[in-house]
């Protein structure tokens, strides 16, 4: 009797395991959500399996023939884990964007855009910013320092590309908009990028000041065409989309894209541009 306790006692200790496991790999399941859907069909299938050790306890077949009970139960372990196995094998695997073709020439029109530098240089910097963007602000003294060093010879045309985790980015951009109404899109561009794209009423008002703008002229700008550069913004990421921007900053030189992230990597592309025109 003893030892028929102390078996039954081992059988409850391994089923609870058993349960523990699949509740372990339901958490996993649910924190990782449609990448593992698959988990779901092989968890029912496992679940099943658990029943099944749970009713050879519940109707005795301990007590009937231990050893035989010991035995069904270890190949239904022995099946369970096989099937856990199985499942990590044939565990969809995220899909990884194409690499990207450095070599490929895009159709990058200006259109309305903002131009910073020579509008009639021979050599094109497109980049799509955030304004609420870190990197977007971490990299734009670059632009300036190329700018500084080719006055005549590269201009830069800015393409509004605003992420949807930032709230800023898209208010920011109709603000930049505004601002080139009267002519300060570069100033504003700088403030926003300088202050993470606040657009909060106080802030508006010192960039305004700043700048020299006509206050109530920039606020009717901002608000009363607020469809004319929701079309701006539309615009520029049908182009985004359609030049393979994946992020922010984007930069392009003369059509392809540019890893150059520092003055001296953007002058050796624009230096062979320029050879290449002579």
């Known amino acids: 009797m003893e030892n028929k306790s102390n078996i039954t006692v081992i059988l409850l200790v391994v089923l609870i395991g058993v349960f523990s496991g699949v509740g372990l790999l339901i958490g996993i399941n649910n924190a990782i959500g449609v990448a593992l859907n698959p988990l779901n069909t092989k968890l029912a299938v496992i679940e099943n399996s658990v029943r099944n050790i749970e009713n050879k306890l519940n109707t005795g077949a301990v007590g009937g023939n231990q050893n035989a009970a010991l035995a069904s139960i270890q190949d239904a372990l022995t099946q369970l884990q096989n099937k856990i196995n199985a499942n990590g094998a044939n565990a969809q695997q995220p899909q990884q964007p194409p690499a990207e073709d450095m070599n490929k020439v895009y159709d990058l029109n200006p ?10 240089a021979p050599v094109t910097i497109t ?34 590309f605003p992420l949807p985790f930032h709230p800023n980015a898209r208010p920011a951009a109709k603000l930049a908009m ?5 002519g300060k899109f570069q100033g504003m561009m700088e403030s926003l990028l300088a202050n993470g794209g606040d657009v909060s009423d106080d802030k508006i008002k010192e960039y305004a000041k700043t700048l020299g703008l006509n206050y ?12 004319q550069w929701e079309q701006q913004l539309k615009d520029d990421f049908q182009l985004a989309t359609n030049s393979d921007v994946r992020g922010t900053p984007t930069f392009y030189l003369n059509g392809h894209k540019t890893n150059s992230r520092d003055l001296a990597s953007f002058k050796v592309e624009i230096d062979a541009i320029l050879a290449a025109k002579k």
């Open 127 to 160: 980049e799509f910013s955030d304004f609420q963007c870190p990197f977007c602000a971490r990299f734009y003294p670059v632009i300036k320092d190329v700018l500084g060093a080719y006055p005549n010879q590269v201009r830069v045309v800015i393409k509004n």
């Open 178 to 182: 505004a601002a080139n109404e009267q």
């Open 216 to 227: 109530n002229k920039l606020m009717a700008d901002y608000k009363g065409k607020d469809a």
């Open 111 to 120: 259109g309305v855009s903002s131009i910073l530098g020579n509008k009639n």
